[in-house]
């Protein structure tokens, strides 16, 4: 079965920082890009983050830049992103999501695969 | 920055009853476009790729029409479960981008 398992969110302060993790299981991880979409309760989606298959080429919303590093670990089928200087509105349902098309040559699709979310909080 | 403006914010209808959703960019997104069911406490679910490709395991009852700027998403007959709220979402350029949402509720 295809899955990916977020974990790593929590209650953090204003400015804090957080790693979240996204282990996956059921395909073949290193052939897939795969991206960070988060979800503030009861409002819409929004896409943060993406990385191709190798790692070599990441894309970042811009209220993220410079603050926010997605990476990931082949070896270990797990995607990451690395959340620094934490606002308040950034609180949010995290959600690690696969693109569709795999070995496509940067043509990735749409989501078709997602996890089940964790929850970042930024409060003091 | 594509904007994706879902229309409408609402549909209140009946099971049996077809649903056609809206999704306008705000420039060409050829059919780069994706269509999306959410749950309360879910993640979203793939339903349409690229426009008018329907994922996976989902029901011919799903089915995804337009391309450049205009876009729907029809339900033929609503099932229960099909209540729900979706999303539209854009790959032709970045930054990625999401409609706001359209809410299909049970009149």
């Known amino acids: 079965e295809v899955q990916l398992l977020e974990s790593g969110g929590g209650l953090v302060q204003p400015g804090g920082s957080l790693r979240l993790s996204c282990a996956a299981s059921g395909f073949t991880f290193s052939s897939c890009a795969m991206s960070w979409v988060r979800q503030v309760p009861g409002k819409g989606l929004e896409w943060v983050s993406s990385?191709?298959?190798?790692?070599?080429?990441?894309y970042y919303t811009d209220s993220v830049k410079g603050r926010f590093t997605i990476s990931r670990d082949n070896s270990k089928n797990t995607l990451y992103v690395q959340m620094n200087s934490l606002r308040a509105e950034e609180t949010a349902v995290y959600y690690c999501?696969?693109?569709?098309?795999?070995?496509?040559?940067?043509?990735?699709?749409?989501?078709?695969?997602w996890g089940q979310g964790t929850v970042v909080t930024v409060s003091s | 920055e594509v904007v994706l403006t879902q229309s409408p914010a609402t549909l209140s209808l009946s099971p049996g009853e077809s649903a056609t959703l809206s999704c306008r960019a705000s420039?060409?997104?050829?059919?780069?476009l994706g269509w999306y069911q959410q749950k309360p406490g879910q993640a979203p679910r793939l339903l349409i790729y690229?426009?008018?490709n329907r994922a996976t395991g989902i029901p011919a009852r799903f089915s995804g029409s337009g391309s450049g700027t205009d876009f729907a998403l029809t339900i033929s007959s609503l099932e229960p479960e099909d209540f729900a709220v979706y999303f539209c979402?854009?790959?032709?350029?970045?930054?990625?981008?999401f409609g706001g949402g359209t809410n299909v509720e049970i009149k």
């Open positions: 999501a696969k693109f569709i098309f795999c070995e496509s040559n940067g043509r990735w699709g749409a989501f078709d695969i």
């Open positions: 990385i191709s298959e190798s790692g070599t080429s990441t």
């Open positions: 420039q060409s997104v050829g059919s780069y």
């Open positions: 979402q854009q790959r032709s350029h970045w930054p990625l981008t």
């Open positions: 690229d426009a008018s």
